[in-house]
Each structure stands twice: as structure tokens, then as C-alpha cells.
């Protein structure tokens, strides 16, 4: 992986002077190279449907599969996007999920994520179809400094996704990820629903009041990313072999695999990791391309794609669904607080409590 500025903390991993075959299933296959060369020299123009990754976050503190610093990630991200901009198709899409970075020593945020939104928009011709909202209830409260310690933010829970596209008008349909109706809205359709209008003014008609089945999803995906027990997990266990520590739950590349493409359309995850993108997509009946540079993951991979009976969706019809709450704000709420807010801001440690 190359940058233009120091190259000193980008991801240190080595891809092979030529792309190696990994991992080959019936559609598909994950290849351990460098994916910026591997798309320009095994991806025609406009042949994929949907792009779908979690890239290296642009973090302060280094993991151990590799992420550029945030100040060097634009720098960094540009041989992808142009390889992306080049091989979806016009009615394809590129979707990117990509968690935020806390500024080196303070309590305040980088603007990475969002100044590569603007980079692709702006220098690579990408459209902002929608931007999406990934809420892991699990997170554990961090970063620790800021939220467990000196008690000034909250903890952070929450990963960008950014829907692109190359067009405004990309495939897509919402009625292939429908959630089910909430108590209050089967309450509606049983006792009956009058027309008329919201306090924010919005004018609801009868329509409102049509059964439609199911309802729209918003665009806050709640998944908690709590794996401990899966094929792939078991897998790289049984044969002593290094487990990514940066998975993404496949319901994330299941819900936009099945919203953005088609059955044997082509789904492709650069910065692959464990090939979760591979196996959903495998699953679903599409095409797919994995690209790794870190072959050890690839290697745990592999237990993806093991056993054939596999069910075609996560959730076989009928099972139980885990749902998650927010609580409503004030649930809490005291309007005598005991501890007045630290003047400095948080600027200093809070004593210990003896």
C-alpha cells in the first residue's frame, strides 16, 4: 500500500509481487494481494455491482492488522477510490463502513471519515446515497479516559456507513430489508387510524393505515457484534489460527448485499479481512471477490466456507430475533445533581475516591 506523505505508519503487511489464490468456493474467490493492483489488473471497467468494506480505520493507537494515521488517510485511501470509481458499474454502489478516531490526547474527534466522504464525492465523482448509522449495543465503554475516567463524554458506539454511488439513481429496493411493524404501529392497524395532522406538521392521509406487512427500516442498523461461537471461530481455533479482530457481524453485508444487488450480480470486499463479505455473499447466491493483504487471515478464512448445508439467510423463518432498546433520555435525569461539572472541562484527572 503506497501514500504520498509519510508512509511510516500505514499498514506494514506485504502483499506477493503477484496475487495468490486463497480461498475458491462455487462463486466465488479471495485472493491474498495488495486490492488496489489486484482491481486494476483483474477488474474490467463498470463489471461490479456492489462494493461492500470495512476498511482500516484511520486510528491513533496501531492495531495489529494495520490502519494509517487519520492525518495520512486520504493520502492513503486515494489508489482505492480511483479503482472503485473505475469498476462499479453506473448503477452500482460502494459502501463503506468506517468507525471515527479520537484526536491524540484530547477529548475531541478527527474529521477523517467525513473528509473522506467529501474526497470521494468531490475528486472521484461519487454521489452520498445515504448515509447509514451502525449501533453495536455491545460496545464497551470507551474511549476510556474521556467516558470511564474523567466522566466528560459518552461512550462511543456508533460506526459511520456511507452509502456511494455513481450515480443518483443506483439499484436498489427497501423492500428487500423490511423490519417488522412495531407494537405501537400493530395497535394503530388494529384500533384504526384517522387522518390528520402531526404536531411537526407533517400531514399523515389514511394510507397511513394500510397493512402493509412490514416497515421501512430506518437508517440506524442496530447489530451487536457479540460472535463467540461460529463456524469460522471454531475453525481458526481447531487449527491454531490467528482470528481478525476487526469483523464486522454479517448482518452489515447481508442487509446491503440483499437492498443493492441481484442474484449472480458481482459483490466485491477489497480490504476483506475474514471474508465475511465472501460468505454472505456465497450464501445469497452472488458473485463474489475478497482481496486480503494479511495472508494469516485469510488462512482462518477458509472455515467460512467448509460446510455446503449452510442456511441461505441468517435468520431461518420463524426464529426469534434479538431486538435492542434506547432509552429515552431523562429516564434518569436528576434536577439536583450531587457533583457540579469540572470547570477545566475535564482537563485534569478527578481525584481518586478513597
Known sequence: MTSQGNT?????????????????????????????????????EESVDLII????????????????DAVEYLDWFRPFARQFARVLKPQGSLVIDIGGAWNAGKPTKSLYQYELLITLCKEFDFHLAQEFFWWNPSKLPSPAEWVNIRRIRVKDAVNNIFWLSRTPFPKASNRRVLTPYSKSMKNLLETGYHAKKRPSGHDISDKFSKDNGAAIPPNLIAVANTESNSQYLRYCNENDLPVHPARFPAVIPEYFVRFLTDSDDLVVDPFAGSCVTGEVAERLGRRWLCSEIEEKYLLGARGRFLDSTAPRQLRLSGAKVETYNIQRPGALWDDNPQMPLPQDGGRSRPAKVK
Open 53 to 68: 468494506t470495512s476498511p482500516p480505520f484511520g486510528l491513533v493507537r496501531k492495531k495489529e492488522y494495520g490502519n494509517a
Open 8 to 44: 511510516s505508519s500505514l499498514p506494514s503487511a506485504t502483499a506477493p509481487a503477484s496475487p495468490q489464490e486463497r480461498i475458491r468456493s462455487a462463486k466465488g474467490i479471495a485472493y491474498w494481494a495488495e486490492s488496489a493492483s489486484l482491481m486494476e489488473f483483474l477488474l474490467d
